[in-house]
């Protein structure tokens, strides 16, 4: 039974997730270990992570819904194979033994953390690469089969989805890095959403938890919107991954 401070606590992890979202991106390897720092189970704190921070998505697409403009073509491809992808993610979760779960859950956090060490080395890269051809033909089945094995990531585990999202579209599509991380806005929404309605219903959620982080979430982006020019994003990284980085081994050793 979770106390009023361990309450206070998710809000205030939820908060900061969101202003690290809106920063620099990695929240998730904050709220994520938080619910499990208060004794909550590993496969119902990610589901519950992930249903609450889908809002956050929304408010992502919004932002950006001028640079998806002229992508429809992509979008009709790209969508329903992330929910598809998600989909899939989701059921493995919940055909996966929690003990199973629980000695990937150091690993995994590992992985997400790494994901978000090269973010920025990788946005380089692209800038460059956009910067030399843009407009080419796109390779519509081969970026397809990307997407859905980076969806079925995501479904299973939400930390570091929108970093995978953008090195697969990065590879695959000629296209300016704005562009290209708008269509991965509506790819992370699609791929949340899938899971998140799924999970809606295999009675792993604890809804009163979701709804704080889900609040705590919204207000942390707004607040890193309006912050945003003052803390330099590589800086914000940086801690986050250090901080996934100590996480990711006590839950490995323990």
């Known amino acids: 039974m979770l106390t009023p401070l361990d309450y206070t606590l998710i809000a205030l992890a939820a908060l900061l997730a969101g202003v690290v979202n809106a920063l620099a991106g990695g929240g998730t390897l904050i709220s ?55 989909l899939i993610g989701a059921l493995l979760l919940l055909t996966t033994d929690e003990a199973l779960f629980e000695a990937l859950v150091p690993w995994l956090i590992l992985v997400a953390t790494a994901l978000l060490a090269v973010q920025a080395p990788l946005r380089r890269w692209m800038r460059q690469r956009a910067g030399k051809a843009a407009g080419a033909a796109l390779p519509l089945p081969l970026a397809v089969a990307g997407i859905v094995l980076a969806a079925i990531y995501g479904g299973y585990f939400g930390a570091g989805l929108s970093v995978i999202v953008l090195a697969v579209l990065g590879l695959l599509l000629d296209e300016s890095l704005t562009r290209l991380n708008a269509l991965k806005q509506g790819i992370s929404f699609a791929v949340n959403s899938s899971a998140a309605l799924y999970f809606l219903f295999s009675g792993h959620v604890l809804w009163t938890v979701a709804a704080i982080m889900a609040v ?36 490995l050793v323990r």
């Not at 619910?35 to 697409?61: D, F, S, W």
């Not at 990284?237 to 980085?245: C, K, N, Q, T, Y």
């Open 216 to 251: 705590g979430a919204l207000l942390g982006g707004a607040l890193g919107g309006r912050i945003a020019g003052r803390i330099p994003p590589d800086r914000l990284r940086a801690i986050v991954v250090g901080v996934g980085l100590v996480v990711g081994v006590v839950y």
């Open 32 to 86: 994520f270990p938080a619910l499990l720092a208060l004794g909550v189970p590993p496969v119902v704190a990610n589901i519950t992570n992930t249903v609450a921070l889908l809002p956050g998505y929304v408010g992502g697409m919004i932002g950006q819904a001028a640079d998806l403009r002229g992508q429809g073509k992509r979008l009709l491809w790209f969508l329903p194979s992330s929910l598809i992808g998600g």
